[in-house]
């Protein structure tokens, strides 16, 4: 048996205890409990036998802490005093339970940042393959030269309708294909040879990488095909499609320097240019590139409106957002309006929107219902509606009737520029868009509700409201902060104002006094008086008029 340890050995443990306990609290606790616990069992079952009382139990109770004590390698030994207290509780307390209110607070609160969790990546999410896609553009940067120019083209694609996005224009690619597999080949070749033209000539590489130098392209392509007399896979036609498309960013670069003096985009200016410039040059009667034959109207178009075919006046339009590209299909203009809806529902609203206008505006001038029904009234205000309403204006609902507007005045200014037109063989192209949506954005109010945003701001509809709405906070801001300044200035002076006040009143007072005692000293000294006495008595009374005269002046 182990000898037992004197106070001397019992003092050394527990200080030894005490020094290493920080560092085995956890370990030697679990390692007591247990070797505790092993211990007691001995004792109960000598209860259990009978034995002669509390004395024997209480000796072999000693005994076993103390064998465990000395025979324990992995933690210091501890004295009887020391384990007395763990073996009489050595049952872990339980926590109080928590009432049921606060439970349910504590199962609701991570939910909260979940959810926004949950909201924030969805938007991360969407930010990828909607808007203009800036996270795929970053990336793109790094990648070959072969793949940037994919990009760039399919971003000129959709930057016919003011949309910054390479998924928009490969879905309107595809609606091209299902409209004319020759008509979608020449749309590329332009689009391609035209930012080709750009590289070339060395163009600021943000606005190629944009799409801005091949929307033009895709347009003179694609209508040099659409307005070709000599029928489709005419292959000789991509001569002068190339050499068009090339002089694009020609054309655009030096409008560009002209608009740029009253911060205006050049729109589709170029391309109608340039394809007017072909069609003049070729016309009907050409042997190597001849022309579709436009004539003006020479008589009164046959209109009943008990003829009317309503589901045609409805598939209008989308046929109207088609014909911006030279598209009759309704099913390619549906195609269109999910490529707008892609990168930005406002655009998009207001595309459908544009082409409704266009076609009630042909209902209320008479126009042939052939003409309404073919779309030919609603492209132009297509384009006008997406222009003004939040492109290059911030999206009000003053703005939003602004557009409207501008798509009734695109209508009109259309019909006119088309019957002008077709005296020289020519038709309208987009000349009706450019013209109208120039003269909105030339538009000067002092309304802070229609605000033009600059052009090296202008992204999409969403993305420049936000930078609306940071306008407005910083310039409510500053009017704070400004108004916190002019209250503390008028603080301020109003403090002045009453201390000025303060010393006038004192002086005032003083001057009293001093009055006073000298009536007292001329009563008193009435013998006294000279001549000297009372020019200087004068003199004081003009140095305190002069005094309160100045005091007076600065109050």
């Known amino acids: 048996m182990p000898r037992p340890r004197n106070a001397k050995e019992q003092e050394c443990g527990s ?3 005490n020094q290493k306990g920080e560092e085995r609290g956890g370990k030697g606790n679990q390692r007591i409990s247990t070797g505790v616990q092993r211990d007691r069992e001995p004792v109960l079952m000598t209860r259990e036998r009978g034995g002669t009382g509390g004395t024997h139990d209480q000796e072999l109770q000693n005994n076993n802490i103390s064998t465990f004590a000395s ?43 979940s959810l926004k969790t949950a909201r924030a990546r969805f938007l991360k999410g969407v930010s990828y393959f909607s808007g203009d896609m800036e996270v795929f553009a970053k990336w793109m940067e790094k990648q070959f030269i072969l793949l940037q120019l994919l990009d760039w083209v399919l971003r000129g694609a959709a930057q016919v309708m003011f949309v910054n996005n390479p998924l928009s224009g490969l879905v309107i690619f595809a609606g091209l294909i299902l409209q004319n597999y020759w008509w979608a080949l020449n749309g590329f070749v332009g689009a391609l040879f035209a930012t080709i033209s750009a590289l070339i000539l060395q163009q600021k590489r943000g606005a190629i990488a944009a799409g801005l130098y091949g929307y033009n392209g895709i347009l003179v392509g694609l209508l040099m095909a659409v307005f070709s007399n000599a029928g489709d896979w005419y292959w000789w036609l991509l001569l002068p499609n190339v050499f068009m498309s090339m002089m694009c960013p020609v054309v655009s670069s030096a409008l560009a320097s002209i608009n740029s003096c009253w911060d205006l985009p050049v729109f589709t200016l170029p391309f109608n240019i340039l394809v007017c410039l072909h069609m003049v040059a070729t016309g009907h009667y050409n042997h190597h590139f001849p022309q579709v034959l436009i004539q003006p109207r020479s008589e009164f178009p046959n209109i009943t409106w008990a003829e009317i075919d309503i589901a045609k006046l409805f598939m209008s339009v989308p046929v109207g957002i088609g014909q911006v590209y030279g598209c009759d299909n309704p099913w390619t203009g549906g195609i269109f309006i999910i490529s707008l809806f892609i990168s930005s529902p406002i655009t998009c609203a207001h595309a459908v929107l544009g082409s409704a206008v266009g076609m009630a505006s042909g209902l209320a001038l008479a126009a042939p219902f052939r003409d309404i029904y073919f779309g030919l009234w609603g492209y132009n205000c297509v384009l006008a509606c997406i222009a003004i309403g939040g492109m290059f204006y911030a999206l009000t609902w003053q703005v939003h009737l602004l557009a409207i507007t501008c798509a009734l005045f695109c209508a009109y200014l259309g019909s006119a520029i088309a019957n002008i037109m077709s005296r020289f063989g020519l038709p309208a192209c987009t000349w009706p868009f450019c013209l109208s949506a120039l003269t909105f954005l030339l538009l000067t109010t002092e309304t802070k509700r229609i605000f033009k945003l ?37 603080e301020i002076m109003l403090t002045e104002k009453e201390h000025l006040e303060i010393d006038l009143t004192r002086t005032e007072e003083g001057i009293a006094e001093n009055t006073h005692s000298g009536s007292e000293n001329e009563t008193v000294h009435v013998n006294d008086w000279t001549p000297e006495g009372a020019q200087q008595s004068t003199e004081e009374e003009r140095n305190n008029n002069l005094m309160k005269e100045s005091l007076a002046e600065d109050v």
Request: aromatic residues 4%; without cysteine.
């Open 71 to 113: 025979q324990s390698t992995s933690i210091p030994a501890l004295s009887v005093t020391e384990l007395l207290p763990l073996m009489a509780n050595i049952d872990v307390p339980s926590q109080p339970e928590q009432p049921q209110e606060d439970r349910k607070e504590n199962q609701m609160r991570p939910a909260q940042p």
């Open 15 to 17: 200080s030894r205890v």
């Open 454 to 490: 600059p052009l090296v701001k202008v992204t999409y509809p969403e993305k420049n409201l936000r930078f609306f709405w940071k306008l407005k906070k910083a310039e409510k801001e500053r009017m704070v902060k400004e108004e916190q300044e002019r209250a503390v200035k008028e």
